[in-house]
């Protein structure tokens, strides 16, 4: 346990802001598996709206700091291009 009082504070601070993260990093995987399941339904209406709903989502955890851009561009390129794959059956 920490000994200095700004210690103590950075300590609070540390679990305040994990406690964020982990909710918004939730709240991403959240979003990706609802895309990913309209998918694996084969319910193209749905899957689209899912992943414009998602889009968003994935750039303000960018924003935020949350996940690194390159893997925001990877989930959005993967998602779209299999919502496309569903809608070309």
Not at 15 to 44: E, P, T, Y
Not at 45 to 57: E, G, S, W, Y
Not at 64 to 85: D, F, Q, T, W, Y
Request: glycine share 4%.
């Amino acid at each position: 346990m920490a000994n200095i009082k700004s210690a103590e504070k950075r300590a609070k601070q540390a679990v305040k802001r994990r406690a964020h993260n982990m909710a918004a990093r939730s709240r991403l995987r959240s979003s990706i598996k609802k895309v990913l399941n309209a998918i694996g339904a084969g319910n193209k209406d749905d899957a689209a709206t899912a992943l414009k709903a998602a889009q968003p989502v994935i750039d303000t955890m960018v924003s935020k700091g949350i996940i690194h851009a390159n893997k925001a561009a990877r989930h959005k390129r993967e998602l779209n291009s299999k919502v496309k794959a569903l809608a070309a059956k």
